[in-house]
Structures are given as C-alpha cells and as structure tokens.
Antibody, heavy 118, light 107 residues
Framework: EVQLVESGGGLVQPGGSLRLSCAASGFTFSSHWMTWVRQAPGKGLEWVANIKQDGSDKQYVDSVKGRFTISRDNAKNSLFLQMNSLRVEDTAVYYC???????????WGQGTLVTVSS | DIQMTQSPSSLSASVGDRVTITCRANQDISVWLAWYQQKPEKAPKSLIYAASTLQSGVPSRFSGSGSGTDFTLTISSLQPEDFATYYCQQYNTYPLTFGGGTKVEIK
C-alpha cells in the first residue's frame, strides 16, 4: 500500500523558514516524479513544485520561485520542501503527492499545516 | 498559465441523482486532465486521469469525458459518500493548475 506521511509543519513568523518532509513507503520511490500541493484555509488546491525521479529537473509555481526548494533523498525514500522567506499567504496545508503517468497525482499524504503569522 | 474554470461552483442534489460537473481550459490541453474528490479535512483522492480513465478502485458510477478545452465529470447515481468537493487539474503544461472546485451538497 502506498503511504505518504508529511511532517515539519508548524507556526513560523513572516520571513522565517521551515523544512517539510514526506516519508514514502509501499512503492519504488525512485521511479516517480513527486510533488507538493498546498491548500490555504477554506480555499482550493494549488500546485507548488515537482521533482524528477533523480532530482535533475525541478519545477515551481511562480509565487514560490527563489524562496522554496524541492529536493529528495531516494536512499531514504524521502521528499523535502525547504521554505524560506515565508509570507502570510504561504499559510496552508501542504500535501505530498506521487505523480503517475504524465503527472496526475494518484496518491496523497494526509497533509501538514504551515501557519505564517506574527 | 492555463486557467481551469469549473462550473457550477456548488450544487445541491439528492441521492440517486445524475450529476455533471464541467471544467474548461483556456488553452488546448489534449486529454491531460485529472479529477479529484476531497472530503472535509481530508486529502484529495484521485478519481479520473487522462480525461476518462478511472483510477483503480473508483466506483464505475464516476466517469469523465472530453478533450481539448472542455471536460465533464459525471456521477451517474449520486451516493451518500459522494457529497464532497471535486477539482479538475490540467497536467499538460507547467505550471500545473487546478479548477476552483465544485462543492456537491445534499438537497
């Protein structure tokens, strides 16, 4: 069974940093693109970033470029999101998801809440 | 960026009703469209990908159709567990984008 478990969320002040992790199990992690998707409170879904199987290709939504970095450790079946220069508008539940095919998201974690507030 | 527009934004329906949700892209995305279901306080769940392919384990009352810019998600006979919010998502071009969601409520 595919399992994705996020961690690392919490309360941080504007301008601060946070590192999210996603532990994957139940599938061959190194064979899949992986992604982060977020959802602000009461709002819809927003794709944040994708990373290729070997980490050689990364894509970001414009609003996080230069501030967020997606990475992975295939030896530890783990996905990460380093978030710097956090803004109030980054407040959201952050989901880790697995890409299938040309990257629809076929499995999702339970999410971790990031709150940016002073 | 490709904009995805869903309609309606919400609807009320009864158990057993046939429900149709539409999703329109402002550019041709071929068949690179997925549908997700999200229940309150839960992670989204994949329903359909490549516009019309049912994700494994999803009931056959769900179906998808369309190509190019116009797509539909149909629930042939609404069940109590189907009351949720539904999102479309294009994966033809970066940035990947979602529709605004359609909330299906009990009538």
């Amino acid at each position: 069974e595919v399992q994705l478990v996020e961690s690392g969320g919490g309360l941080v002040q504007p301008g601060g940093s946070l590192r999210l992790s996603c532990a994957a199990s139940g599938f061959t992690f190194s064979s899949h693109w992986m992604t982060w998707v977020r959802q602000a409170p009461g709002k819809g879904l927003e794709w944040v970033a994708n990373i290729k199987q070997d980490g050689s290709d990364k894509q970001y939504v414009d609003s996080v470029k230069g501030r967020f970095t997606i990475s992975r450790d295939n030896a530890k079946n783990s996905l990460f999101l380093q978030m710097n220069s956090l803004r109030v508008e980054d407040t959201a539940v952050y989901y880790c998801a697995r890409c299938a095919g040309d990257c629809h998201f076929d499995s999702w974690g339970q999410g971790t809440l990031v709150t940016v507030s002073s | 960026d490709i904009q995805m527009t869903q309609s309606p934004s919400s609807l009320s329906a009864s158990v057993g009703d046939r429900v149709t949700i539409t999703c329109r892209a402002n550019q041709d995305i071929s068949v690179w469209l997925a549908w997700y279901q999200q229940k309150p306080e839960k992670a989204p769940k994949s329903l359909i990908y490549a516009a019309s392919t049912l994700q494994s384990g999803v009931p056959s009352r769900f179906s998808g159709s369309g190509s190019g810019t116009d797509f539909t998600l149909t629930i042939s006979s609404l069940q109590p567990e189907d009351f949720a919010t539904y999102y479309c998502q294009q994966y033809n071009t970066y940035p990947l984008t979602f529709g605004g969601g359609t909330k299906v409520e009990i009538k």
